[in-house]
């Protein structure tokens, strides 16, 4: 049983009789009339992503197409989904669901899904453990008999000094198997070029010399040019790439497209670069993989939405393009013809907590996996000593939205706190937690932690925790001591906090449950609720 955030009404619905998380694919007017025009292809333009999935990559293995994305520093880490209509998709499982590699510790970027000969490969990057310093940017591979895993690790391919990122494998004309990969000059105020480098057929080394393929070197391209995505169309290879500012609320991106007959080159960029660009609603295209369904083509991408930006994050697009006269990739109007959900309650979260395992939409901290786990309708939750505590959240999906959750307070521990945050990372947050007697607001930024208020809280056996969110940036938070029939809010100095500080520069903005204090204490939430608004 869940409560309106709102009214506190009781809504005995599960979350499996609520609309479909995606948008579905609209579908063709059929008129029977005879010698009546036909009817008009389907659009397959579409936001089919939504919230935070960076960098997506897609391939197609028998009928069914198989997605993932960057996780950066949330866990479980890639996401794989699969759909067979390129619209529906559905979280099947992670490559890494429980555990890192061995060798990397953050940065799980751009992973680039491909299968042959009975297996499904991962090329990811990751982030090198250093001793002492961080470690390199290095391209890596895992690899599965099943798409859906489990997957074997193989390790670091290369890891240049200055980084190596974005990997992509594919053959050349001739069937030798090579990497292309970019080195991440830009951190380094370098040239970034893109390098292809024999592999070996067991794709655990590579061999020979690298060879550049191009770098960033026309004004739009910017700092860098990166995301390297291949595709072979009649005699050449295509190369969809972007280039300049990836991402944050000053991005630059945009994608281009070079082409070559051999994969070594010579490569000629687009005339008409940047062929993918931003318009009025969608910011910062880029960074995407190239598929074709029905023998249309499709890349699929990521963009900001403009309305929510950075607080979101980067969300998966479908933009179909097709070849002009001279061979080149159009998009309508050089830009995402995606339109924005219109409903946005196909994506509000209602969640019980059945079953006995938690749901594939809850993340965690990438290297604070906490101990987690289902039992009576109960998400148990066991407590970190440190900073905000431990902590599992989802994706948010609009800059305007509430959460709540109900905690179980009258079970709660002795120096234990539990409640509602909105978290950017482990370091910087706004919390609302009970415990010890009182209610806190907890203002975490660059981790220094500062308690903004504390109310006095009356005995109750259940508390329910409410947040708000306008735009972004602005958040109030109220309670409930009578199962959420009557909120009380948190007063404050001004009407909202502000959270304009909270996303990263890479990631938007998760909402989640935590738990802080001793590791022997656990704490038990009843439910979670998540609505989206305008």
Known sequence: MSFDLETGASDASSPSEWPLPYPVAS??????????????????????????????????????????????EWGPVFPLLKSTNLVDWEVVSYVFPDRLPEWADSNFWAPEISHENGKTYICYTARKKGKGRRGQLCVAIASADDPAGPYTDHGPLIGQRKGSIDGF???????????????????????????????????????????ELFHNDTPWEGCLVEGSAIVRQGEYFYMFYAGNGCCGKCCTYATGVARSKKLLGPWEKCPQNPILKKNKTWKCPGHGTVTKYEGRWFLLHHAYYTDSHEFVGRQGLLSEFTWNAEGWPEFVN????????????????????????????????????????????QLLLTARPTGIGAVVAQRTFTATYKAAATLDYGALAPNTYAGLAAIGDPQNALALVAGNGHLQLWHMKGSKHLTLTEVKLEDCKMLCLRLEAWGGSRFRFAFSTDGGTAWQPVVLDSFALNGTYLPPWDRGVRVGLLAQGPDTSTVAFDNFALRNCR
């Open 169 to 211: 494998p594919l053959r050349d004309e001739n069937g030798v198997l090579y990497m292309v990969w970019k080195e991440d000059g830009n951190a380094y105020k370098k040239d970034t070029p893109i390098w292809a480098q024999r592999m070996n057929e067991s794709r655990t080394a590579l061999m020979g010399k690298k060879v």
């Open 334 to 377: 050089n830009s995402p013809q995606a339109e924005p959900l219109r409903d946005l309650r196909v994506l509000n979260v209602n969640d019980d907590f059945p079953g006995n395992r938690l749901s594939a939409a809850w993340q965690w901290p990438v290297n604070e996996q906490p101990t987690v786990g289902v039992s009576d309708g």
């Open 27 to 72: 579908q063709p007017v059929v008129n029977t009339a005879p010698l009546i025009e036909a009817a008009p292809a389907v659009i397959y333009d579409k936001l089919i992503l939504p919230g935070d999935f960076p960098d997506p990559t897609i391939t197609k293995i028998g009928d069914t197409y198989w997605a993932s994305a960057t996780s950066a």
